[in-house]
């Protein structure tokens, strides 16, 4: 009997797949941070057009500040100069801080201003020395004094700023409704309305003024920070960078399949 070679099978070599776990997440990134970008694009008209608007209402005639303040109607008043007169309450002056201003450690000084038949408002003074920090509520005129502030809305504490103590006079931060409380609330006429004192001076004399623990005010200038033009230039590049990524992964997928024999 004739033996009959037994023939070996026919092996085919498996392809790879087009479409992988790997592929489909470095498509779908490109696509994720380009429309970041474009959110970031967005973000950034806005809040320049934000930051035109503060700087007009800024640069406009200073207003008198009402007897009885509309708190409702601040946020849209923020920024704006108002005049107003008043004599101080040193007893319920906070210092806020620490703050460093050019290298130097110190506080703000807030001061309730009592005026005559109208609301008490809270005035950051601006920056005192840490040296000179506590002795700095003597230099609070005792008479009635005209001030020149601009008008702000409450701070936002950002998740690693302490908790305030009123009890201890320790103040991270400008919760304006606590300080105002402090200052006797609403019983004795004090509304939790938070001015800036604007202080036009010279180098010479912000130095002079330090030196002596009299409070340096804040510059009549918007400080509303814009990062919204490097998040744009960031998502971006990195869209950029991703979808180059993707045509090499995906050219490498095609010539490897190219050699594969059918």
Known sequence: MESTASTPPAYTTK??????????????????????????????????????????????????????????????????????????????????????????????????????????????????????????????????????????????RNTFTPDNHPEKGEWYWADVDAMAEHAGGEKAGVQPVYIEEIFEGHAGEISSRLSRGIPVGRAPIVDVRNSHASYVATWYALSAFTSVMFIRLLMKQRQARMRVPR
């Not at 503060?54 to 640069?59: A, N, P, R, T």
């Not at 210092?95 to 506080?107: E, M, Q, S, W």
């Not at 408002?121 to 003597?138: H, I, P, Y």
Request: overall charge positive.
């Open 15 to 156: 392809r790879e797949r087009w479409i992988t776990p790997t592929m489909v997440l470095v498509g779908i990134i490109p696509i994720f941070t380009f429309a970041l970008g474009t959110w970031q694009v967005k973000r950034l008209k806005w809040k320049v057009a934000l930051i035109d608007e503060l700087e007009e209402k800024l640069h406009r005639e200073p207003m008198t500040l009402p007897k009885r303040v509309n708190l409702s109607a601040i946020p849209d008043f923020a920024y704006r100069k108002v005049m107003f007169k008043g004599r101080w309450d040193p007893e319920h002056a906070v210092l806020l801080g620490p703050r460093v201003r050019n290298g130097t450690n110190g506080y703000h000084l807030v001061v309730p201003l009592v005026r005559e038949n109208g609301s008490t408002v809270l005035v950051d003074r601006g920056f005192v020395t840490k040296e000179l920090a506590d002795s700095c509520k003597k230099h609070l005129e005792s008479g009635e004094v005209q001030v020149l502030g601009m008008l702000r809305t409450s701070h936002v």
